[in-house]
């Protein structure tokens, strides 16, 4: 009975009980949609918005935000498509993206705790700075002609159902989910965001785990970079754009608190299947893929709204306990008295 309390109360429930809501809704509409075909497909088509959710709840669970993840994401994916059209190995192309990623995550970690720059001005600077560069590197080209072997790792399926990249997603997922919850140093992520000040005090590197939560987010940007690529195909200098805000809703609406300290990636992934099903649904709704970003827009502004409230509540009920706990200890104290 406890273990059916705690899945009932987990945030992720919620988030999972909207998605099966969405389908059930859909398929109503237009039956259609819940053949397992498309199912797979839009499944499968979520590994990109997978990877930039989970990577980005490490710097969201520390309390800070990371916008250029669309940027980091678009680099990557330009440098690994452009050595791999050169005729570079996977490995070459791989390195190169993680680097990226990793380079653009230690610059916004170091900006957001060495200099104290706020996370939302200094990662939208870099953004700027990252995507002016992806002009600048590609000549502001499309890079094409990627080589057929790479761009077919996307369509390879296990028994014709998942792909291989979404399996692979997933596990990395739970094992994410393992070293964060189940770790000590994992817990650092949450600690910090759920109280700055506190986990300075029981010796916890707060700058040194959140630079190490931009990295994390910086490699997983590089990661969807690189599956980007062999999904598209091509790489435009506009590659990854508005994915920082679909990535972000995908969080919040998975059940992470934009405070901090709050939500899985467990949540982060099923928020992400939601908002990357958006354009299915509204093609199998007979309206146009254009809504897309407008509702997204929608749903991260009434999501952020809810949880701010719910905060709120809870730090006013913390209050009121904390008073009346107070004033109970005094009248305990007078009457001994």
């Known amino acids: 009975m406890k273990l059916v309390n705690r899945i009932l109360k987990a945030r992720e429930i919620s988030s999972l009980a909207f998605l099966v809501a969405m389908f059930l809704i859909v398929g109503a509409v237009n039956p259609t949609f819940l053949q397992v075909k498309n199912l797979f497909l839009t499944f499968n088509g979520s590994v990109v918005y997978i990877l930039l959710a989970v990577g980005i709840a490490f710097v ?6 990371d916008v250029s993840i669309g940027a980091t994401l678009g680099l990557s994916a330009a440098v690994s498509a452009t050595l791999l059209r050169d005729g570079s190995s996977w490995l070459a192309a ?82 994410v989910h393992f070293i964060l919850t189940k770790t000590k140093k994992g817990r650092y992520f949450a600690a910090v965001g759920d109280n700055m000040s506190g986990a300075t005090l029981i010796g916890i590197p707060v700058e040194g785990t959140k630079i190490v939560a931009y990295i994390a987010c910086g490699i997983f940007a590089a990661l969807a970079g690189l599956m980007y690529v062999s999904r598209v195909g091509f790489v435009t200098p506009t590659a990854g754009n508005g994915y920082e805000m679909k990535a972000i809703a995908a969080c919040v609406l998975g059940g992470i608190s934009l405070a901090g300290g709050v939500g899985t990636v467990i949540g982060a992934a099923i928020g992400s299947v939601i908002m990357s099903s958006i354009s299915r649904v509204l093609v199998f709704l007979q309206f146009s893929s254009d809504y897309d970003n407008t509702i997204t827009g929608i749903l991260l502004i009434l999501i952020v709204v809810a949880d701010s409230l719910i905060q709120r509540r809870l730090a006013e009920k913390a209050r009121r306990k904390r008073l009346s706990a107070r004033t109970l200890e005094e009248v305990g104290g007078g009457s001994n008295e």
Request: aromatic share 10%; glycine share 12%; hydrophobic share 55%.
């Open 94 to 175: 791989i390195i190169a993206a993680i680097a990226v990623g990793v380079t653009i995550g230690l610059i916004n970690g170091i900006g957001v705790t060495v200099f104290k720059v706020p996370s939302i001005i200094m990662t939208l600077g870099v953004n700027g700075v990252v995507r002016g560069s992806i002009y600048v590197y590609t000549n502001g080209k499309w890079v094409e002609n990627v080589p057929f072997e790479f761009k077919a790792l996307s369509q390879a399926t296990f028994m014709n159902a998942l792909t291989y990249f979404l399996l692979g997603t997933i596990i990395l997922t739970v094992v």
């Open 60 to 65: 969201i669970l520390c309390g800070e935000i």
